[in-house]
């Protein structure tokens, strides 16, 4: 049963995924006349290339946190940010980041139109002089540090 349920899971993230590359795909390459014949199939490899593209695309927004502007403030204040107190804390190449990729879901005040990459909160699990220890951050960089579910 669960092998089953991971199997139809992934399923259809396959398709959802394999959907929206082909959309993006075909309206970026093709040209109009082209538009109204059927759309090529995407190998498993596009498919795969076009997602490594993207995550790498998320994952670079993550790590910048609220963007230079913002980390420069948290600087110029004499503090931190996020990440670099958890590169403090733990025994170097040790950390092992959570949730990067998390996002609000906040639909009030206009949040919905507002992308918060990593959502204001480093999670993770490192070592600590040898031992075990997960350990959060709140990012001031990214509204404010307010954390997930903030609305």
């Known amino acids: 049963m669960l092998i089953r349920s991971a199997t139809s899971a992934s399923r259809s993230v396959w398709s959802t995924l394999r959907g929206s590359v082909r959309a993006s795909t075909a309206a970026a390459a093709a040209p109009p006349a082209a538009a109204s014949a059927a759309a090529e199939p995407l190998t498993p490899a596009e498919v795969y290339r076009a997602f490594e593209t993207r995550l790498a695309t998320?994952?670079?927004?993550a790590l910048a946190g609220g963007g230079a502007k913002r980390v420069a403030v948290q600087h110029g204040k004499g503090k931190l940010t996020a990440r670099e107190r958890v590169e403090l804390l733990a025994d170097p190449g040790t950390f092992r980041e959570y949730d990067q990729?998390?996002?609000h879901r906040c639909t009030d005040f206009g949040m919905e139109a507002d992308h918060m990459p990593g959502d204001g909160v480093v999670t993770g699990h490192c070592l600590v002089n040898g031992r075990l220890t997960f350990v959060f951050s709140q990012d001031f960089t990214v509204a404010g540090g307010e954390g997930r579910g903030a609305c």
């Not at 998320?58 to 927004?61: L, T």
């Open 58 to 61: 998320e994952r670079a927004a």
């Open 101 to 103: 990729l998390v996002t």
